[in-house]
């Protein structure tokens, strides 16, 4: 007798036998991974404002913990891994996801729960990607080379499907709810943090007291979940991988460079402007480009 769970896998394993398939970044991969837009770090600030009055700097668990372990995905956590301790801490209010808007279940939609996005130049969310999945441990066959994943990511062919359009998604609908979803842009709140991560905690409804920001809280925050902070945690280094759940990736896969404007190591003239030209067409209008 199947469980509802298994019945449901099979529904979708059936629907999805029925979609066209391309090629995926791998020989035998069906389409996977993350879009690289700074999500590790978005959980650990957001974890660490919302959870700023339940612990104190040393017994954070930032530190002891990768932020993927703190603020589980609706659609990997929530779904497959259901005991896992942050699944049953009545207290988190927090969750992630990568899916596009267009995907999200009316129960989340509906729910009214405020959302956060962050986005990043598609140029270094392309470089980021497929540096990551370079190092993740896979059964799916060596990764394609970075010039056959860039023409497919230009052609909207990687996890989560179509970057630009995942983009645009959520900012039609933070323009239509601005007060639901806060947009924030990785090179921005990289350039300076400090009044992002307070507008962050406003719009959360964890607003820093007058006190707070006279006593450093914001910079303690700021400081606590800066690149060069959890790349250098001890549970980040290594070989190291997440305890509650097994991963195909180690914990320091996180964490590369941290850098705005990496790509340039990477991409040669042409490919940049290839993606600029879509970036711009894509966004013309919009007022995403200013
Ligand atoms: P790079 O590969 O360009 O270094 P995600 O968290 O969505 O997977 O995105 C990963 C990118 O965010 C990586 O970019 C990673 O180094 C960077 N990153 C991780 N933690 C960060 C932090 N605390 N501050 C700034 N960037 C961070």
């Given at each position: 007798e199947l469980t509802e769970f298994q019945k449901n896998q099979k529904r979708y394993q059936d629907l999805i036998s029925t979609l066209p398939h391309v090629k995926g970044w791998r020989p035998k991969a069906p389409l996977i991974g993350y879009p690289k837009t700074g999500s590790t770090w978005l959980k650990s600030l957001t974890f660490t404002i919302a959870n700023r009055s339940r612990f104190n700097d040393p017994t954070n668990p930032l530190l002891k913990r990768n932020p993927h372990e703190?603020?589980?995905?609706?659609?990997?956590?929530?779904?497959?891994?259901?005991h896992i301790d942050v699944l049953q801490d009545q207290g988190n209010t927090l969750f992630a996801t990568h899916m596009p808007h267009d995907f999200l279940p009316d129960s989340v939609v509906k729910s009214?729960?405020?959302?956060?996005?962050?986005?990043?130049?598609?140029?270094?969310?392309?470089?980021?990607?497929?540096?990551?999945?370079?190092?993740?441990?896979?059964?799916?066959?060596?990764?394609?080379?970075?010039?056959?994943?860039?023409?497919?990511?230009?052609?909207?062919i990687s996890g989560e499907g179509p970057y630009l359009d995942h983009v645009l998604g959520y900012w039609k609908a933070h323009q239509e709810n601005p007060d639901k979803i806060l947009f924030l842009k990785y090179e921005n709140v990289s350039a300076d943090p400090l009044p992002y991560v307070k507008r962050l905690a406003e719009f959360m409804g964890y607003r820093f007291t007058a006190e707070e920001e006279k006593n450093g809280v914001v910079e303690k925050v700021v400081n606590l979940c800066s690149f060069e902070t959890l790349k250098n945690l001890e549970v980040n280094k290594g070989d190291k991988e997440r305890a509650d759940i097994s991963s195909p990736n180690v914990n320091r896969a996180f964490f590369r460079k941290g850098k705005a404007g990496d790509w340039v190591n990477c991409l040669t003239p042409d490919m940049a402007a290839r993606m600029d030209g879509l970036m711009e067409e894509k966004f013309k209008g919009t007022g995403l480009l200013e």
């Open positions: 703190l603020i589980p995905f609706i659609e990997i956590e929530f779904p497959l891994f259901p009214g729960c405020k959302m956060v996005y962050i986005w990043r130049d598609p140029k270094d969310t392309f470089v980021s990607f497929w540096k990551f999945m370079q190092k993740q441990r896979s059964t799916r066959g060596p990764l394609n080379s970075l010039e056959e994943c860039f023409d497919m990511f230009c052609r909207g």
